[in-house]
């Protein structure tokens, strides 16, 4: 079965510096990776994905994402935070095994940027 | 291009009743897919459709149902309401073609079991 694990429940940084969101999985072959934002009361927005080619990969609002195979991870990054990129983000794969569409979130990580 | 509409927004219901929650994928698209999420759970997949079949589904009780009909639109129904089904229902759309396609999704509808 596939999974994703975000290892921080909040980042915090301040507006201005970089900022990285972690992401791992786990597949049986090869990752479909999406990253994608929920602002509050809303439903979630798509940023960026990952399905071969290029490691890095840039999406929506600057931010862009390092795929690295060896170390199974996926992690989304901006060069310079905004007050309005705090959000709640997600990391997600999916499964197109047995001929379906299913996304597999990691549990999120609340992104505070700090003026 | 319309995006992902979900109604109603915010629903509260009582243990016991059973509760219809309807999504208008983006035109074009055949799939649909529901998720629950809570702050306990996170985001967990209810079920998915691709024309007016059911795919695929996850791990929840029979009490959780739902239907796709020929325009694509789908409704998901959750009977017998407990107080655990508190939680934001997401529906997502796609093109439904493969895994590598991103999905799009609703605002949301808000239920509180009371």
């Known amino acids: 079965a596939q999974s994703v694990a975000q290892p921080e429940d909040q980042v915090n940084v301040a507006e201005g510096n970089p900022l990285t969101v972690k992401c791992t999985y786990s597949v049986s072959g090869n990752p479909y990776l999406f990253w994608y934002v929920q602002y509050p009361n809303r439903g979630l927005q798509f940023l960026l994905k990952?399905?071969?080619?290029?490691?890095l990969v840039k999406g929506s609002y600057g931010f862009e994402a390092e795929f690295n195979k060896s170390q199974t991870s996926f992690h989304l990054k901006k060069p310079s935070a905004l007050v309005s990129d705090s959000a709640l983000y997600f990391c997600a794969v999916s499964d197109s095994g047995a001929g379906s569409y299913q996304l597999t979130f990691g549990k999120g990580t609340k992104l505070s940027v700090i003026p | 291009k319309a995006g992902v509409t979900q109604t109603p927004r915010y629903l509260i219901k009582t243990r016991g009743q059973q509760v219809t929650l309807s999504c208008s994928p983006i035109?074009?698209?055949?799939?649909v897919s529901w998720y629950q999420q809570t702050p306990g759970q996170g985001l967990q997949f209810l079920f998915e459709?691709?024309?007016?079949?059911?795919?695929n589904k996850g791990n929840f009780p029979g009490r959780f149902s739902g239907r796709q009909f020929s325009n694509s639109r789908s409704e998901m129904n959750v009977s017998t309401l407990e107080l655990g089904d508190s939680a934001l229902y997401l529906c997502?759309?796609?093109?439904?073609?493969?895994?590598?396609?991103?999905?799009?999704f609703g605002q949301g509808t808000r239920l509180t079991v009371v």
């Open positions: 035109s074009g698209h055949r799939s």
């Open positions: 997502a759309s796609s093109d439904g073609t493969g895994g590598e396609t991103e999905a799009f």
């Open positions: 990952y399905i071969t080619g290029d490691n």
């Open positions: 459709y691709f024309s007016e079949t059911q795919r």
